[in-house]
């Protein structure tokens, strides 16, 4: 009886414990909180943003086109 009952509160105090670890590895991280603070680039910049974001995409939608070219004047 005692043994199951010791086992008991291992089980309860090991599961507790495990419950707040992640809470506190959250609360004690070094890094800043908040919307936009986790992103590869900065979004302070407005513009420099706006030109990032046009060369990404406008990259992506031109390549087709570009590949297509080549291929036609290598004929």
């Known amino acids: 009886?005692?043994?199951e009952l010791a086992l008991i509160k291992a089980v309860h105090f090991r599961g507790r414990s495990m419950r707040?670890?992640?809470t506190s590895m959250v609360s004690r991280s070094p890094y800043e909180e908040g919307?936009?603070?986790?992103?590869?680039y900065s979004m302070e910049n407005k513009s420099w943003?706006?030109?990032m974001m046009a060369r990404f995409f406008g990259?992506?939608?031109a390549?087709?086109?570009f590949?297509?070219?080549r291929q036609l004047l290598k004929i």
């Open 1 to 3: 009886m005692y043994k």
């Open 35 to 40: 919307p936009g603070k986790n992103l590869l």
């Open 67 to 69: 590949i297509v070219r």
């Open 20 to 22: 707040q670890f992640p």
């Open 59 to 61: 990259s992506g939608l």
């Open 49 to 51: 943003l706006l030109i």
């Open 63 to 65: 390549s087709p086109f």
